[in-house]
C-alpha cells in the first residue's frame, strides 16, 4: 500500500510568489519523521526539512516550512517567495518508527512520487 | 569533507555483466542504504546497512547484492545486469534513523 502520496505531477509558480506542495502520509504508528527533499535537474537529491511526529511545531527551514497536520495525516511543503533556482522535483519522505518495513529496521525512508515544481519569471 | 560519493557517475552494461557501484562516506555514519529511481517513481530502497559488517534487504533487493566490510565503503553489486535494472542509482547516509544524505547518483543503462 502506498503510504506517501503526492497528488500534484507539476505545479506552476510565478517568481516571487509562495507555493504549497502536498503531501499526505499513511501511517499506524505514533512516532514517525517527515522528510522533504529536493531533486534539481543536475539530478542530486538535496534534504530541505525534517518534521517529527512529536514536535508540536511546525518545522521552518529559511524560505522553507512545513505545514504539518497529523490529523489529517498532511505534511505539506511551503515555498515563500519562490526563486528561479527553487525549479525542480520535490520529494516528501516518511520515516517509520516501527520495526515492520521489509521485516528490518528502523529509519528506511518511503518516498513519494514526487512533484515538479516549474518556476516562473 | 565530500560527503557522499559514488563512483562511477554512468556507467553502459550489456545484459548478463556484472559490475559494481561503491559508495563512500566521510560523515563517520552507521546507517548507508542503496536506492534506485526509475521514471515517474520516487526512490525505492533495495538493500541497507545499519553498521559495519552488517545488510539487510529493502522493498527491491532481487538481483542485486550488498557488502559493508568497511564502515565508511557500501557496495552494491549487479551480478547478471538485466534491462531492467536500467535506473539511476542513489547511495544514502545517516548517523543512525535521522536525516539521510545522498550521493550524487550513478545513471545505468543495461542494453
Known amino acids: 500500500a502506498q503510504k506517501i502520496t503526492q497528488t500534484q505531477p507539476g505545479m506552476f509558480v510565478q517568481e516571487k510568489e509562495a507555493v504549497t506542495l502536498d503531501c499526505t502520509y499513511d501511517t499506524s504508528d505514533q512516532s514517525y519523521g517527515l522528510f522533504w527533499y529536493k531533486q534539481p535537474s543536475s539530478g542530486e537529491m538535496i534534504f530541505l526539512i525534517y518534521?517529527?511526529?512529536?514536535?508540536?511545531q511546525n518545522a521552518t527551514e529559511g524560505r522553507y516550512s512545513l505545514n504539518f497536520q497529523k490529523a489529517r495525516k498532511s505534511a505539506n511543503l511551503v515555498i515563500s517567495a519562490s526563486q528561479l533556482g527553487d525549479s525542480a522535483m520535490y520529494f516528501c519522505a516518511m520515516r517509520e518508527a516501527g520495526l515492520k518495513n521489509y521485516g528490518g529496521s528502523q529509519g528506511n525512508l518511503i518516498f513519494g512520487k514526487g512533484t515538479k515544481l516549474s518556476v516562473k519569471p | 569533507n565530500a560527503g557522499v560519493t559514488q563512483t562511477p557517475k554512468f556507467r553502459v552494461l550489456k545484459t548478463g555483466q556484472s559490475m559494481t557501484l561503491l559508495c563512500a562516506q566521510d560523515m563517520n555514519h552507521e546507517y548507508m542504504y542503496w536506492y534506485r529511481q526509475d521514471p515517474g517513481m520516487g526512490l525505492r530502497l533495495i538493500h541497507y546497512?545499519?553498521?559495519?559488517?552488517?545488510?539487510a534487504k529493502g522493498e527491491v533487493p532481487d538481483g542485486y547484492n550488498v557488502s559493508r566490510l568497511k564502515k565508511q565503503n557500501f557496495l552494491l553489486g549487479l551480478e547478471s545486469a538485466a534491462p531492467s535494472q536500467t535506473s539511476v542509482y542513489f547511495c544514502?547516509?545517516?548517523?543512525?534513523?535521522?536525516?539521510?544524505?545522498f550521493g550524487p547518483g550513478t545513471r545505468l543503462t543495461v542494453l
Open positions: 518534521q517529527g511526529s512529536y514536535d508540536e
Open positions: 546497512s545499519v553498521g559495519e559488517g552488517t545488510t
Open positions: 544514502a547516509s545517516s548517523l543512525f534513523t535521522d536525516t539521510q544524505y
